[in-house]
């Protein structure tokens, strides 16, 4: 497979098939999208890009266990999880190759956006949006302001910005429904310090 960005590449190496085993607990995904699914109505069918190996899609099914669910996911290490768990459709490819013109009811990233190239964001902007129905779904670190963060020893790997500022900048059409933030010492569920918005499309 070609890639277009050296962040691709990176994610189908050993360090991306690291990444499986140092993060495997999706329960601590619940309480944030019952929270999240509570400010939609009638979501029948999500679309996660870059989704690993399911943790968020898992979390999701056990709030929507009718809901049609797919991953897009680069590392095939991780689309072979989720073929053995069996409960989503799974595409094995970069996000930039994603081509599908189906629409879904929600489209949903969470912590991928900081591993992008910033130049090929809109590319990213544009699947997200264009496969949404209706909502659409960010959970990243944030910055006010655009910084690039050495990940764990290699630079040009981790990129922090106002991602849902784009996008609402980007699509007239869309506006902020709800946003929140998860606290790496929450007493029960701990997540890594992330900004989460939910973002509708305008009828």
Request: hydrophobic share 35%.
């Amino acid at each position: 497979m070609k890639y277009k960005t050296e962040q691709e590449e990176f994610w189908t190496t050993e360090f991306g098939n690291d990444y499986i085993g140092r993060n495997s607990d999706y329960t601590v995904n619940i309480p944030l999208f019952s929270k999240v699914i509570s400010g939609t109505s009638n979501v029948r069918s999500i679309i996660e890009f870059g989704c690993n190996i399911g943790l968020n899609l898992k979390a999701l099914n056990s709030l929507l266990p009718k809901c049609k669910l797919t991953g897009v996911e680069i590392n095939k290490s991780a689309c072979n999880h989720l073929h053995e768990w069996g409960k989503c459709d799974v595409v094995n490819e970069s996000i930039f190759n994603y081509s599908k013109d189906k629409k879904y009811d929600l489209s949903i990233i969470k912590g991928v956006l900081i591993h992008i190239n910033p130049d090929m964001l809109n590319d990213v902007y544009e699947k997200l949006y264009r496969s949404s129905g209706r909502y659409i779904f960010v959970a990243e670190y944030y910055s006010p302001t655009p910084v690039n963060i050495e990940y764990r020893g290699y630079k040009d790997r981790l990129f922090k910005r106002d991602f849902a500022g784009e996008i609402l900048d980007k699509y007239s059409d869309l506006e902020l429904l709800d946003y929140g933030f998860i606290y790496h010492r929450d007493n029960n569920f701990p997540q890594d310090d992330i900004n989460w918005f939910l973002l509708e499309k305008k009828v």
